[in-house]
């Protein structure tokens, strides 16, 4: 599948205009913490760094026309912009959350905010039935991650969006995996979307940040809001890194998409491995509905080895292009071991229960060739 020509030029520009005093072309880091007022109260329209900054605020304008939204605001952290989104709910209030969330959103919402009277729900979203069956008049929000981490199962986010809209709740997405190139939440009738920017978006493993992204401006106000009264923001020199990040976003998921497409189908044939998941693989269970939402399956792909763990340990020791860490979304390749280190504070039943098990690993494909990759896990396969 093929990314839209447009957005190559839209990741070139979105959100950054030349500095107006100087035509400097790329956005300045306005390294401050505060701006000198005329006279109280009358101020350029910046007064504090937390409350706004021009560096974020380019990044802002260029979250939100990644995702073809109407706003977009910047966080410290990915888990910062997904507490940003929670603390617009109310004590009492229900979310229903894909099961197969991201381990340190599952930690988040089981461990900080189930004890203010939030009820979380874990459910297997692929299965509507699953879902409806544990929503009533408390649900106000439904939490949706797709393709799920680790198993790359796809979720419907139409169907969701149209169960959310009759329970009155509101549809979020964690768009992290397929990056804004691959996959448009809003389009689908997404509410809110969101992203760990330390992944696809920023790209070279150097930053840790936050994205969220919504049309409705009342939405926006309120997150705004608690960004604002929590303080829960990126530096200007994050922002700016970003910005630079952006600008290649594009090519870089198009190079990542071709690459895993070749090693999955690489994994796929080889007699050392059990399964394959991949959205891009006809073999997925999920590929149709992958094939509908998105334009691209972006570059996680997950493999049961054959054998003991001991025989999973020796294979991540011989590779020596792909690196063993957690985190994913970089230029370079790394292996992850869900069930010993990302998915490490998943409640071991649930874990068993997700198919996490002690021959699972992650890959997240870099941009390197894949000829060397492919290489690189053959030789370590067949060692
Ligand atoms: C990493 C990640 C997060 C959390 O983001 P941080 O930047 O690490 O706080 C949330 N969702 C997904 C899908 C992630 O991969």
Redo the contacts with the bound molecule.
Sequence with gaps: MAINHSDFTKVVHAGVEPEPRTGAIMTPIFQTSTYVQQAPGEHTGWDYSRAGNPTRDALEASFAALEGAKHGLAFS??????QAIIQILDPGDEVIVCDD??G??GRLFRTLYAKYNLKFHFVDMTDIDAVKKVSNSKTKMLWV?TPT?PLLKVIDIRKMSHLAKELGALLVV?N??SSPIFQSPLEFGADIV??????YIGGHSDI???AVMTSDDELHEKIKYVQFAAGAVPGPFEAFLLLRSIKTLAVRMEQHQKNAMAIAKFLEGHSKVESVFYPGLESHSHHEIAREQMKGFSGMVSFNLKGTYDDVVSFLQRLNVFELAE???GVESLVNHPEKMTHASVPEPLRKELGIGPNLLRLSVGIESADDLIADLDQALNG
Excluded: C, R, W
């Design positions: 952290s990915g888990l910062a912009a997904e969330v991201y340190g959103t991650e981490n964690d992290t995996f969101m992203h760990s920017t330390t992944k840790i940040g936050g985190s994913l979304g």
